[in-house]
Every structure is written in structure tokens, then in C-alpha cells.
């Protein structure tokens, strides 16, 4: 491992994000050198790719990598546009977009599942140490039906916990976000009418911009409850909620707990590269239920050597690795062996 790499794994464990922020500036336009990766999107991938991208330059010098975290919508955007190598997205293209996707590549796009990692019900109420939420009580609350923190389907829930009276300001992203499509995938499969997967948020509440926005909110902010990426919360110190799971039981946050709500997910493999559908109802005990997974969307065909190496790279043993240490669930054995296979496979 690099000292270059082992700074990064030091940063990303929560002692600073100055390294995350004073890495070399990044570009939105596409380059023809074969020594340079342009590509963008998905905001929760970001702390991995920095760190990847630091390692590959440090092995290879004289590349350089540029990813601009600009969320997974503008990432497809930019893909389908012939801007990027390669985008980040933490939700499956929709078939219009696969259709664009494929019409740039000449041929088929595909999806292959690198990151994956809990999201966090994070809240700001320091009287509440140990906030417990059933998935019916956090569609109330993110649905607009509970207001208050002591309200009695979340006293229920939480007995002898020190509750104000105070009001529920709920916060969501206002970008086009698969952390969005997660979140509301996760609470329309608990029943909650009024969220299905989509990537703006369909009910009341604050919209923040981005990852680092949402946990920026929640820290600054009492009284306040947002979901966002494991690492975003662990950074910023916030508390997490625990959330019980199809067994029954309240769950604590973390990437072990996160592995094993992934193992329930159904794996699609096909043209359009390797799909997870997640389970978040499973009865697996101590599976943590509320996850989401990031595709790199790259062409089968056609993709620069560069592009090839890195992902190559990234989902290796040396790109996989570490990912737990910077708040990442480690992807199941199953799911990245077809990953490799897919990219071993590109020409």
C-alpha cells in the first residue's frame, strides 16, 4: 500500500477531510489523451474513488484520473453525452436512458456494481442517544404524517428515552439522487404509498444539495433527521438511528451489517451488465436493511485502455481491500467475481 493511499485511508477514517478536498481539481470535459480519465456522478462514491484514483496515479504516474461528484443523474447525463469515460450512478439507468446509453456506445452500456454501502438515518438530538425507528414509523416521518419527536409511534418504540416535544424538521436531497432512489425504494417496500424509487423527493421536508449537504444540515442543525451515505455521517460525527430489519431486531449501522442485507439481493445478469435488486424486508439476522449500491456505467466495447486498467484496478483485490475502512460495505464475493469477469471480458 502507498503512503500516498495509507493518507487517504487515515482521512477517510475521520480525522480530516482536507486531503478529500485539496485533491487536484476536476473537469467536466472530455479528453482524447490516452494518459487521462474524465468521468462523474454519484456523490456517495466519492471518499472510494478518491482514494482509488490516488492509488492508480501512484502506480501508473504520469495518468490522471478526474471524477467530478455531481450526482448520478448528471453523471448518466454527462455519459450519454460523450463527456465521460465512465459514470458513477447508485441507481439502474431507466430503459430510455439505457436506450441513449447504448446509442453512445455503439453498442451496449453496462452496469457493474463496485461500491456499496449502508445509509444512514442520521439525526441531530442530543437528549436521544440511541434513536430506535421501524421501517412504519420512518415512513411517518419522512412521509409527512409524524411531526413531533414524541410522538407516541416513536415513543413506542424508544421507552424511557428523553423526548422533546420539539418539532421534526425532515431533511432530503434536492438533486437528482440514487441515494434519494434508495432511501425511497427502502420505505416503498415497507409500505409507505408515497415513496416509490425516483430520484427527487415526492412528499414535504428541506431539500439540501449533495452528500456533504445533507450532513452539513443534520450536524448544524436540532431537531433534524436525514438519510445520507454511511461515510458522509461517520465524518461528520453524527448520530445514526438503529432501524430493525425483516427479523425483527433494531440494527445498528454498519458495513458488516450492510454485507449481509446485500446477500439477500437478487442479481440480474444480462445485457445491460449486472443489476441488484435489494431485498429490504429479508429476516436475515443482523442484516442492517437500508443500503444502496453504485454502478460504474461504462461501454462494452470501445472503452479506452486506460479506462479498462482502472476499473480493473478498482474492482480487484488492491481496489476492494480497503473500502470497509472508508465506510463502504464489502460487496459479496458472488457479485464482484461476475464484475471481474465482465470487465476481463471488454475489449
Known sequence: MTA???????TAAGLTVHVLRS???????????????????????????NAWRADFQAIHPGTRIDYRANGSGAGVRDFIG????????????????????????RGRALHLPMVAGPIAVAYNLPSVPGLRLSPGTLAGVFGGRITTWDDPSIAAENPGADLPQGGIEVLHRSDDSGTSH????????????????????????????????????????????????YGFAGRAGLA???VR??????????????????????IDDGGGGL?????????RRGAYPIALVTYEIVCARGAAPLTRSFLRYAAGNAGQSYLSLLGYAPMPQEVIARVRARLAAMA
Not at 500516498?4 to 487515515?10: A, D, E, F, N, Y
Request: aromatic share 6%; with cysteine.
Open 4 to 10: 500516498m493511499l495509507l493518507s487517504m485511508l487515515l
Open 23 to 49: 485533491l487536484p481539481a476536476t473537469t467536466t470535459t472530455a479528453s482524447d489523451r490516452t494518459d487521462m480519465i474524465v468521468a462523474s456522478g454519484s456523490t456517495a462514491q466519492l471518499t472510494a474513488m
Open 82 to 105: 460523450g463527456a465521460t469515460a465512465f459514470a458513477g450512478s447508485d441507481r439502474v439507468m431507466n430503459p430510455q436512458e439505457q436506450a441513449a446509453a447504448d446509442g453512445r456506445c
Open 182 to 229: 434508495g432511501f425511497a425504494a427502502y420505505l416503498a417496500a415497507g409500505g409507505s404509498p408515497s415513496h416509490r424509487s425516483r430520484g427527487t423527493w415526492p412528499v414535504a421536508g428541506r431539500g439540501v444539495q449533495g452528500s456533504d449537504g445533507m450532513a452539513r444540515a443534520i450536524r448544524d442543525g436540532w431537531g433534524t433527521i436525514g438519510y445520507v451515505e
Open 240 to 242: 445514526t438511528a438503529k
Open 245 to 266: 430489519n425483516g427479523a425483527g431486531e433494531f440494527v445498528a449501522l454498519s458495513p458488516e451489517g450492510a454485507t449481509q442485507g446485500l446477500e439477500n439481493a437478487r
Open 275 to 283: 443489476m441488484m435488486t435489494l431485498d429490504y424486508t429479508g429476516r
